[in-house]
């Protein structure tokens, strides 16, 4: 007979189950996971577990419960929308100037991997953002949304299973960052993100994490300069 322990211990033994599941069937975001009968069958445990081990995968942002429809892998498995808990820090200057420091750090390595992996396809993509965020700019409309594919369409094309990971680092830094700017540096954005995507199009990783540092601090001495003021 189970203990008490163990009871308690069911659901979260079976949510590990159901990962391995959809490890193991190759499950994409978006797939939709077998309806609970086929679970009870293949994980050999009761409706109640499984429906208790979906609340805590969900809680974890590795499904999505849809009512009426059933349970599929989540967009971005495992990734919660604010992982490092950005919104409880309280000092937002501090917070743009860390963050970017921490960019400093990685992305201009992430944009050399990008050169050295990058195929036609991301180049492709990286390309067409990077035409989006200049015209966007030059119209005067808020280019935030496309400047952050452009970054994670960079940090994708490293093909490094961790990078992805550091996304939110990235998406994180460059709303804070256009919001304590106003656009301030327009041309100079326009310019380093061409050089980015030309360098990884050219597969050139030196000049690609030379543009990327570039931009990088292009925009740290315009956040000292006006946190000076």
């Keep these: 007979m189970m203990n008490l322990k163990e009871e308690k211990n069911l659901p979260s033994k079976i949510s590990e189950d159901i990962i391995a599941l959809i490890l193991e069937e190759k499950l994409q975001p978006g797939d939709r996971l077998p309806n609970e009968s086929i679970l ?23 499904v999505t419960i849809r009512q009426g429809s059933g349970t599929y892998v989540a967009s971005t498995p495992g990734m919660v929308e604010d992982p490092l808990g950005f919104t409880f820090i309280v000092d937002k200057k501090k917070l743009v100037q860390d963050l970017l420091e921490v960019r400093i750090l990685l992305e201009p390595s992430i944009a050399s991997m990008a ?70 540096l327009h041309a100079e954005t326009i310019e380093t993100h061409r050089e980015v995507a030309d360098a990884i199009a050219c597969h050139d990783p030196i000049r690609a994490q030379d543009a990327m540092y570039l931009h990088l601090i292009y925009n740290r001495k315009l956040i000292h300069n006006l946190f000076k003021e």
């Design 115 to 184: 050169a050295v992996h990058a195929d036609d396809e991301d180049i492709k993509k990286i390309t067409a953002l990077c035409d989006e965020v200049e015209n966007l700019l030059n119209d005067k409309k808020d280019h935030t949304q496309k400047d952050i594919e452009f970054h994670n369409a960079i940090a994708m094309s490293s093909k490094n299973v961790v990078i992805p990971r550091l996304i939110p680092v990235i998406n994180s830094s460059i709303p804070l960052f256009v919001e304590s700017t106003g656009n301030r």
């Design 40 to 62: 009870c069958d293949r994980l050999n445990a009761g409706r109640s577990s499984i429906r208790e081990a979906m609340k805590l995968l969900a809680s974890r942002n590795i």
